[in-house]
């Protein structure tokens, strides 16, 4: 859904500062008194092009004008209508010391530098938060196009951002390559993190403990797809006093690790400690009407350890009531203590992936049967004609016909389960058809089909067809 407006943040600086399309605003920002919090508001729909990092201090905001949010549940991806652009050769676009505030604007650019040939670490990001508070936060921010890392060392709260096409330069991919890239502890829920090159979001170096998130590294109702890396990478916590958690809850996962010869799955947990992860969605699924596929070689949840002394030993990691769609979790055969998984769905919901004919199809022939392929193996006792049923629009009158049920059939290529209705007379010519799979169609664990699982109680599927003249 487009449109969604959000509440609008209270305003915390000491000042507000106009900036009008068409001002410097790197030499406003940079010029304004450190000491005194401003916020920088921004006139739009304009681009603010930057030629030198703007620097924001302890208090600071910027802000463009409030818009509206693409709905892909669980996150909503914002649609500002201002942008931030650095010029080729910027390191970082913004740098943010103390606390900080940003929303409502696009920041893209970001070009990743070099020491002695190697990449290095803190250039080529969108925005810079190695100097920033715990309590900063962003709201309705897009980050883009940078080198390296979208936002590098990341400090504070992320809410409703988008995260996409980072890591531009593949000398950054397993270096910093990241959408959000953190060594302490951060939230980040109801965003939308795709497309980036390397990793989505990823916390490492022992993810710090921060006093302002007591659930740890809280990665929580996010849509995180198609990520060359992992979507969601937790590495290299434990063994010193202040090691961070991680809770990572409610997520879905898809589509990624595409670009790894070796999979490490939609969510990663390396050389890691005190973790849990819960309650995420796997395999393919369309979302806001866009479908994604499984992440690559359907590893959704990845724990390992690495054997490094180096490096903290694997422990506690417990993965917990996740919904697998067909996919699978390396590390549960370790013992409880090291990975603990438990009450988790490897099929999910059921639902009907595409239909024969197709929804509003016309032209169609008299004599056609009508078939669903369903997302997963189906409780067979369960479709029949009363789950599967075919009328005229408008009309509650069953068309008499025999329905049945068919398994995955890989030596036929059908490689999704499926049902088919085929009527017992010629259907009407002319006539539209309304054909219904209802609740009652059930999984082999007894799941009833769910057609769109984000929207309050159980939908069913239903679609129209007309038959030809």
Known sequence: MIGVLAAVFLMSADSVVPVSCGQDLDAIVNA????????????????????????????????????????????????????????????????????????????????????????????????????????????????????????SNAHGTFERIELDDTTQDPNFLGFVGSGLKAINEIEIRNSYVHDNQGNGIWCDDFCHDSASHLNGFWVRDNLVVNNGFNGIRFERVGDVADAGEALIENNEVHGNSLKLKVPRGGIDIRDAQNALVRHNVFGKKTIANVAYTPNSNNLAIRAT????????????????????????????????????????????????????????????????????????????????????KLTKKGSTTKVAAEVKYFPDDPATAKLDPRATLDPNSALLKGVTYKAVVTTGAKDTLGNPLDQNPTTTGLQQKAWYFTVRK
Not at 84 to 107: D, F, Q
Not at 322 to 341: A, H, K, P, W
Not at 369 to 388: K, V
């Open 32 to 151: 304004d008194d450190p000491m005194i919090g401003t916020r920088f508001q921004l006139e739009g729909p304009c681009t603010y092009p930057v030629d030198t990092t703007v620097v924001l201090n302890e208090g600071d905001e910027i802000a463009g004008p409030q818009a509206t949010f693409i709905e892909r549940p669980p996150a909503f991806d914002p649609e500002p209508i201002v942008t931030i652009v650095g010029s080729e050769g910027l390191s970082n676009v913004i740098r943010a010391r103390g606390t900080v505030h940003l929303e409502w604007v696009k920041i893209a650019g970001g070009t990743g530098q070099y020491l002695g040939g190697s990449p290095l670490a803190g250039t080529g990001s969108a925005l810079a938060m190695g100097m920033a508070s715990n309590d900063s936060s962003l709201y309705a921010v897009h980050i883009t196009g940078s080198d390296a890392t979208g936002i």
């Open 305 to 388: 350890d690495s054997g490094r002394s180096d490096r903290p030993d694997l422990w506690n990691v417990d993965i917990v009531g996740n919904v697998l769609n067909g996919e699978t979790i390396v590390g549960c055969e370790l013992s409880d203590e090291i990975v603990d998984c438990s009450d988790t769905d490897t099929t999910g919901v059921p639902t009907v992936l595409s239909t024969i004919p197709d929804a509003n199809a016309t032209g169609v022939d008299p004599i056609a049967t009508a078939t669903a392929f369903f997302s997963e193996e189906m409780m067979a006792t369960s479709i029949n004609t009363t789950t599967f």
